[in-house]
Protein backbone atom coordinates (compact mmCIF):
# COMPACT_ATOMS: atom_id res chain seq x y z
CA UNK A 1 0.00 0.00 0.00
CA UNK A 2 2.88 2.61 0.59
CA UNK A 3 4.65 1.67 -2.78
CA UNK A 4 0.91 2.65 -4.41
CA UNK A 5 0.91 6.13 -1.88
CA UNK A 6 4.61 6.86 -3.44
CA UNK A 7 3.47 6.18 -6.96
CA UNK A 8 0.30 8.14 -7.09
CA UNK A 9 2.10 11.01 -5.09
CA UNK A 10 4.73 11.38 -7.78
CA UNK A 11 1.97 11.25 -10.65
CA UNK A 12 0.02 13.66 -9.24
CA UNK A 13 2.63 15.50 -7.63
CA UNK A 14 1.19 15.24 -3.79
CA UNK A 15 3.32 16.74 -0.60
CA UNK A 16 4.76 14.64 1.53
CA UNK A 17 1.77 16.06 4.51
CA UNK A 18 -0.74 14.97 1.00
CA UNK A 19 1.05 11.45 0.93
CA UNK A 20 0.37 10.86 4.79
CA UNK A 21 -3.25 11.44 4.77
CA UNK A 22 -3.35 9.48 1.53
CA UNK A 23 -2.01 6.33 3.68
CA UNK A 24 -3.88 6.99 6.53
CA UNK A 25 -7.22 7.43 4.70
CA UNK A 26 -6.59 3.56 3.18
CA UNK A 27 -5.35 2.43 6.28
CA UNK A 28 -9.06 3.15 7.43
CA UNK A 29 -10.51 1.95 4.78
CA UNK A 30 -8.51 -1.73 4.71
CA UNK A 31 -9.80 -1.60 8.78
CA UNK A 32 -13.37 -1.19 7.30
CA UNK A 33 -13.10 -3.86 4.82
CA UNK A 34 -13.46 -1.54 1.97
CA UNK A 35 -10.19 -2.73 -0.14
CA UNK A 36 -10.86 -6.82 0.17
CA UNK A 37 -12.64 -6.91 -2.76
CA UNK A 38 -11.06 -8.07 -6.31
CA UNK A 39 -13.34 -5.42 -7.49
CA UNK A 40 -12.39 -2.65 -5.69
CA UNK A 41 -8.47 -3.28 -6.16
CA UNK A 42 -6.93 -4.14 -9.10
CA UNK A 43 -3.36 -6.35 -8.08
CA UNK A 44 -0.67 -7.47 -10.40
CA UNK A 45 0.42 -10.69 -8.75
CA UNK A 46 3.73 -10.70 -10.85
CA UNK A 47 4.44 -7.24 -9.72
CA UNK A 48 3.39 -7.38 -6.67
CA UNK A 49 1.54 -3.94 -6.57
CA UNK A 50 -1.64 -2.30 -6.68
CA UNK A 51 -2.38 -1.20 -9.84
CA UNK A 52 -5.90 0.47 -9.33
CA UNK A 53 -8.25 0.98 -6.13
CA UNK A 54 -11.55 1.83 -7.99
CA UNK A 55 -13.39 4.57 -5.97
CA UNK A 56 -10.39 6.42 -4.64
CA UNK A 57 -10.84 10.17 -5.38
CA UNK A 58 -9.62 13.05 -3.95
CA UNK A 59 -10.22 17.06 -4.16
CA UNK A 60 -7.76 20.05 -3.74
CA UNK A 61 -9.72 22.01 -0.99
CA UNK A 62 -9.19 25.90 -0.72
CA UNK A 63 -6.00 25.67 1.82
CA UNK A 64 -4.41 23.47 -0.65
CA UNK A 65 -4.51 20.06 0.98
CA UNK A 66 -6.08 17.36 -0.91
CA UNK A 67 -9.03 14.98 1.10
CA UNK A 68 -9.31 11.78 0.10
CA UNK A 69 -11.79 9.27 -0.22
CA UNK A 70 -13.39 5.94 -1.36
CA UNK A 71 -16.87 6.11 -2.83
CA UNK A 72 -19.31 3.56 -2.05
CA UNK A 73 -19.94 1.53 -5.05
CA UNK A 74 -23.05 -0.46 -5.09
CA UNK A 75 -23.16 -3.90 -6.40
CA UNK A 76 -24.83 -5.18 -9.07
CA UNK A 77 -26.35 -8.07 -6.79
CA UNK A 78 -29.83 -8.27 -5.02
CA UNK A 79 -29.26 -9.71 -1.36
CA UNK A 80 -33.12 -11.07 -0.49
CA UNK A 81 -33.43 -10.76 3.20
CA UNK A 82 -34.65 -13.18 5.70
CA UNK A 83 -38.35 -13.07 5.15
CA UNK A 84 -40.70 -15.75 6.33
CA UNK A 85 -41.64 -18.13 3.25
CA UNK A 86 -44.24 -16.73 1.14
CA UNK A 87 -47.85 -18.26 0.97
CA UNK A 88 -50.56 -18.43 -1.27
CA UNK A 89 -53.97 -17.59 0.73
CA UNK A 90 -56.08 -20.30 0.76
CA UNK A 91 -59.00 -18.85 -1.15
CA UNK A 92 -61.86 -18.20 1.64
CA UNK A 93 -64.60 -20.75 2.12
CA UNK A 94 -67.52 -19.71 0.46
CA UNK A 95 -70.98 -21.60 0.50
CA UNK A 96 -72.88 -21.51 -2.89
CA UNK A 97 -74.94 -18.65 -2.97
CA UNK A 98 -78.61 -19.17 -3.18
CA UNK A 99 -80.64 -17.20 -5.75
CA UNK A 100 -83.80 -15.69 -4.08
CA UNK A 101 -86.67 -17.41 -3.43
CA UNK A 102 -89.54 -16.09 -5.19
CA UNK A 103 -92.81 -16.11 -3.56
CA UNK A 104 -95.47 -17.86 -6.17
CA UNK A 105 -99.27 -16.46 -5.33
CA UNK A 106 -101.34 -19.08 -4.12
CA UNK A 107 -104.16 -19.19 -6.01
CA UNK A 108 -107.39 -19.67 -4.07
Known sequence: MRK???EEAERFHFSEED?????QMLERALDKKQLNSKSVV??????QKILEIKGLVFHKQADG?????ITERKANTVRRSKQE???????????????????????Q
Open 65 to 69: KIAFQ
Open 4 to 6: FVE
Open 85 to 107: PKTVPSAPATQPQQEPKQETPIE
Open 42 to 47: TYDVEQ
Open 19 to 23: QTTMF
